[in-house]
């Protein structure tokens, strides 16, 4: 499986961007996609989850209401969308799959088995 991440940019504070992260080598339905962000000197952290069995997501509450994820079967591809955008959302973000992911471990970079390479969103203010 292999994971391509992109649609990152600069964007103004409050706009929006959207992300993709394209799957190959399995179906994006069989896989459960999950979102991370890394600020150079910080540790990764987790953004958000699109479960593969009933499209179910959940979001870091520092995203949540602002972001969503949604998945567009025929192109194997999971979107997140990003809105009303604040500069602490500047980050290299990156995609991250498993075909077995269960929600106490959602936040744990171990629990995501494919990775894709990371795209960088900047916030300007």
Do not use: H
């Amino acid at each position: 499986v292999q994971l391509q991440a992109s649609g990152g940019g600069l964007v103004q504070a409050g706009g929006s961007l959207r992300l993709s992260c394209a799957a190959s080598g399995r179906s994006s339905r069989a896989l459960s996609t999950g979102w991370f962000r890394q600020v150079p000197g910080k540790e990764r952290e987790f953004v958000a989850v699109i479960f593969r069995s009933g499209s179910a997501t959940y979001f870091a509450d520092s995203v949540k209401g602002r972001f969503t994820l949604y998945r567009d079967n025929s192109k194997n591809t999971i979107y997140l969308q990003m809105n009303s955008l604040k500069p602490e959302d500047t980050a290299v973000y990156y995609c991250a799959a498993s075909e077995q992911l269960i929600y106490s471990t959602i936040y744990r970079e171990s629990s995501y088995y494919y990775w894709g390479q990371g795209t960088l969103v900047t916030v300007s203010s």
